[in-house]
């Protein structure tokens, strides 16, 4: 019995195509064009020039010098000086960077400033009467001792204020419902939930 024929004899086999194609993959670059390579080389991730911004907070009007994508909380923090909006998480998730705008809530770190202009913005600072005299709603916190570190009492009392004036503060669940969005590390919220209670018909409309 005859055996099979071989294969004719050619340059290609299969080391030598699976070699010319990695070789060849290797060669392309990794951007299709310079073109691409170079707008790829200009990230615009600088500063930007800066815009002057217009901004009423606790009712002074503010000039300010930023970057147009500067936020809110760092517009308030590192260039009015108020810096007793919290930045906390930066992400929109702690709410210690609560501050009202036109009265309603707003974190301030998922903001930019200048979506602001020609709005009242409120923060912690702009509460307290001119001769010193608390907000009913700072007063109740110290009085039920609404807080322990602090550190997130400035966001509490502003999303309280808000949660009061928007009419979710009517029952204990109301509260724990729409101020669920302010975080406390220490745990004080039965106490929270108490000054809210005590301050809520002294804040409406305040």
């Not at 290797?26 to 901004?55: C, F, H, I, N, Q």
């Not at 992400?91 to 202009?117: E, I, P, Y």
């Amino acid at each position: 019995m005859s055996q099979p024929s071989a294969l004719p004899a050619t340059d290609l086999n299969r080391r030598s195509f699976m070699t010319g194609t990695v070789s060849a993959v290797a060669a392309v670059p990794l951007l299709g064009s310079p073109a691409k390579a170079e707008t790829a080389g200009r990230s615009d991730t600088g500063p930007r020039e800066p815009a002057v911004t217009s901004l009423r907070i606790n009712k002074q009007p503010y000039e300010l010098s930023l970057d147009p994508r500067t936020s809110l909380l760092d517009a308030l923090r590192d260039h009015a000086g108020l810096t007793g909006t919290k930045k906390g998480c930066d992400h929109g998730q702690c709410g210690a960077c609560t501050v009202l705008v036109d009265g309603k809530r707003v974190l301030s770190c998922l903001s930019f400033a200048v979506m602001n202009g020609g709005k009242e913005v409120t923060t912690i600072e702009g509460l307290s009467s001119t001769d010193g005299v608390l907000h009913p709603m700072q007063q109740a916190f110290v009085d039920h001792d609404a807080f322990q570190c602090g550190y997130c009492t400035p966001g509490q009392i502003m999303s309280a204020i808000g949660c009061v004036n928007e009419g979710h503060a009517g029952s204990e669940d109301d509260i724990r419902e729409f101020m669920s969005g302010n975080i406390c590390r220490c745990a004080a919220y039965p106490n929270i939930v108490a000054a809210i209670i005590q301050a809520r018909d002294e804040t409406k409309g305040a």
